[in-house]
């Protein structure tokens, strides 16, 4: 009876420690998800503060567009925290794609603007960090993959149900050509499931 009842607390042990061993793991792979969502809205935060500095620049210019289009960017701007959806980072990639092609009209309208070098510095500014929110968003993709990999496959996909963790979006960069402007907007990608 002993042996017996030692053998069967050996089981259930491993098999709470193998579960805990489950949620532990699950729980760094949705963190690595929550800390690159905080880093790409960090990222965004930046290019808003860039983007606003190549509107004070252009306000010299196109005074009352510049005026309403930040009035614009201050009330649509929000923060991306690491709860925050791919459809939050969509929007707030809307608003600045939306800004960059007003002020790429301004622009335009004006060749002293486009070869004032503060402008140019301020606008290389914009785009570095849309390079960095792009790798950001690799970043957030690859941890994305993983974690839903992981809950995905048997027996793990079982226990990462009854423990809250669920499938999470991807974010994809969408490349479209518009009126000979390169365009770029985020679309979420949903994994098919097998």
């Not at 009209?105 to 140019?120: G, S, W």
């Amino acid at each position: 009876m002993l042996p017996t009842f030692i053998t069967i607390t050996v089981i259930v042990a491993v098999f709470v420690l193998w579960i805990i061993s489950i949620q532990r793991r699950l729980a760094v792979l949705e963190e690595n998800i929550k800390s690159a969502m905080s880093q790409i809205g960090m990222l965004l935060w930046s290019r808003f503060d860039a983007l606003t500095a190549l509107l004070d620049l252009t306000k010299s210019y196109a005074g009352h567009e510049c005026e309403t289009l930040i009035d614009t960017i201050k009330i649509s701007r929000k923060v991306i925290a690491s709860k925050s959806k791919p459809d939050d980072v969509l929007s707030q990639e809307r608003i600045i794609a939306e800004a960059l092609s007003r002020i790429v009209m301004v622009t335009e309208q004006y060749p002293q603007l486009k070869a004032n070098q503060t402008y140019i510095k301020t606008l290389d500014a914009v785009k570095t960090f849309e390079n960095m929110v792009r790798t950001s968003r690799l970043i957030y993709n690859d941890s994305v993959a993983k974690f839903n990999r992981e809950i995905r496959m048997f027996p793990v996909s079982v226990f990462a149900t009854m423990m809250g963790f669920r499938k999470r979006d991807y974010l994809e960069e969408m490349v479209s050509e518009t009126s000979g402007a390169r365009k770029t907007t985020l679309r979420i990608k949903e994994e098919h499931t097998l």
